[in-house]
């Protein structure tokens, strides 16, 4: 695997040491995500996601879906116990699995929904008031709280020069 030296990005920024990690984990990661199950990940608007995964074969009590810190985990556990079938073919994987996926900053699960053997995840980022950008006001004049020290300056030192 490729390894990228980010230093020159992260001289000349300030707070994004998060990221570093972040990248320093997905290069050095040896447990490769599997393909199962297989899932789409949708841009469904500015601040909406939606995950869909393919969980044929497993029930609502059979699945989990968890967020910890910044992860969004979900898993999906099938009894062991037999189906009392003898089957010719299974093509129905009904193996264990447990899917991460790393979520930014202010993204929260929405709902999740299992119909027809698709879990579909929806996903918001929210980000606080607080943290949108603002608009600051750009005047022409000299804020009033300057010219009234300003003019005291000026007659406390005309006073001393007198």
Same mark, same amino acid.
Do not use: H, W
């Given at each position: 695997m490729t390894m990228f030296d980010m230093t020159p990005f992260f001289s000349t920024t300030i707070g994004f040491d998060r @990221? &570093?990690?972040?990248?320093?984990?997905?290069?050095?990661?040896?447990?490769?995500?599997?393909?199962?199950?297989p899932y789409d990940i949708i841009?469904?608007?500015?601040?909406?996601?939606?995950?869909? @995964? &393919?969980?044929?074969g497993f029930s609502q009590d059979d699945l989990s879906?968890?967020?910890?810190?910044s992860k969004l985990?979900?898993?999906?556990?099938?009894?062991?116990?037999?189906?009392g079938h003898d089957f010719l073919y299974q093509g129905i994987a009904h193996r264990n699995f447990k899917t991460e996926f790393q979520l930014a900053d202010h993204v929260e699960v929405a709902g999740a929904n299992l119909s027809d053997g698709l879990l579909t995840i929806d996903l918001t980022r929210e980000v606080p008031e607080k943290l949108k950008p603002k608009t600051v006001e750009i005047r022409t004049s000299a804020p009033k709280s300057l010219i009234g020290k300003a003019k005291k300056f000026l007659s406390d030192n005309s006073s001393e020069a007198a």
């Open positions: @990221m &570093a990690r972040l990248l320093d984990a997905a290069q050095s990661q040896t447990n490769l995500p599997s393909d199962f199950p841009m469904d608007g500015e601040d909406r996601y939606r995950i869909t @995964m &393919a969980v044929a879906i968890k967020t910890c810190e985990i979900i898993s999906g556990k099938k009894d062991k116990g037999g189906t």
